[in-house]
């Protein structure tokens, strides 16, 4: 079975206090990089949101780039040629598809890219949209 990890899954991995954190920990160990993958744009995503937290739980770029690390060794990154991201777009924008939906959509394309069985995300809402393609796919941890 070949798993696929939302960037809503690979955030919790890295923080403790956060309360996906266990459950999002347990399929990531898990994962092995010969079948499981995540979406390349998944990398700058991860970068972005630790490196803006509030306060204290802010991280510094060095550390996310100890993360990124990690998932790079658990999972196989998947990532979109130029014409499958204008055709991901377009289909979108077809669709109604507005704002920063269109990063979940992009990640989705890049699910069903790789063929995954599963889908593991903590926002089904922000998938279920792209239709049955990646809905049937999709899992919380």
């Known amino acids: 079975m070949r798993s696929f990890f939302d960037t809503s899954v690979l955030i919790p991995v890295f923080l403790e206090d956060h309360e996906h954190h266990e459950r999002s920990l347990k399929v990531f160990i ?7 993958c995540c979406a390349a744009h998944s990398l700058a995503e991860v970068y972005s949101t630790m490196t803006r937290l509030p306060g204290r739980h802010r991280l510094s770029g060095e550390q996310v780039l100890l993360f990124l690390g990690e998932i790079r060794a658990r999972l196989k990154l998947v990532a979109l040629s130029g014409d499958e991201y204008h055709a991901t777009i377009k289909a979108a924008a077809e669709a109604g598809v507005a704002s920063g939906a269109i990063y ?22 922000h998938f279920e949209q792209f239709g049955t393609a990646i809905a049937t796919r999709l899992k919380t941890p």
């Open 104 to 125: 979940d959509a992009l990640i989705a394309r890049c699910a069903v890219k790789a063929a995954a069985d599963t889908v593991y995300t903590w926002n089904l809402r």
């Open 30 to 36: 898990d994962a092995d990089r010969s079948r499981d």
